[in-house]
């Protein structure tokens, strides 16, 4: 499914496939929410932590594979690192994530507003949101296809991190039109199964 063209399916009423390059050159925004009533869980597994943890890591499989890079967060002092494809500058994303923290009184949706302008059309962007924040998810339909941006939403589980409680199972991954996946993260997920599900490459931009 996350190979169809939807708009060039529904144009010619069949199904269309969209083919893939990886380029040497390919941008990945990664965005962080750092509003504090998102700030869910306890201690090493509140969701801001989790997505730390994500960011390290995906960061650095982003540089390794060719991939330029820049991590995007709001607060008092805005995250806006620049563009990046060594190991310095990972090691510099590692610097400045670590001291994030959710202070901000800003909505995720608000804060997309403002650092939207600092994402790069025709890239891709890596954006942690609550699975109850509808505002965000629909202002990140209209950025895909306003900037046509693969988007991938790290999904955090609402009621798992509130009720401390380990969903179930994991969820599966979701994918819908414009170029939106949708990878869902609960409270002690396994974070490495979560992400090894699926032979997703990230940058297909």
Known sequence: LRKIHWPTSAKQ???MGRHFEQSSSYMGSIFL?????????????KTLEYAIKITASLSE???????NVQVLAYSDTPLISSFGQTKEHHTMILE?????????Q?????????LGPFVPASSSLIIFV???????????????????????E?????????????SASISPLSYEPPNILKYYVGYKDPL??????????????
């Open 61 to 67: 499989h982003l540089i390794n594979t060719g991939g």
């Open 13 to 15: 009423n069949k199904l």
């Open 33 to 45: 929410d750092l509003n504090k009533s998102n700030n869910m869980g306890e201690g090493k597994h």
């Open 154 to 166: 790290i999904i955090m589980i609402s009621s798992s991190f509130k009720n401390l409680s380990p």
């Open 130 to 152: 609550m699975d109850n924040d509808i505002d965000t998810q629909n202002s990140l339909r209209l950025l895909a296809v306003k900037k046509d941006l693969f988007i991938i």
């Open 192 to 205: 490495g199964e979560v992400f090894m599900q699926s032979g997703v490459t990230l940058g297909t931009h």
């Open 106 to 114: 800003v909505s995720l949706s608000e804060s997309l507003g403002v």
């Open 96 to 104: 400045a994530i670590s001291v994030l923290e959710s202070n901000s």
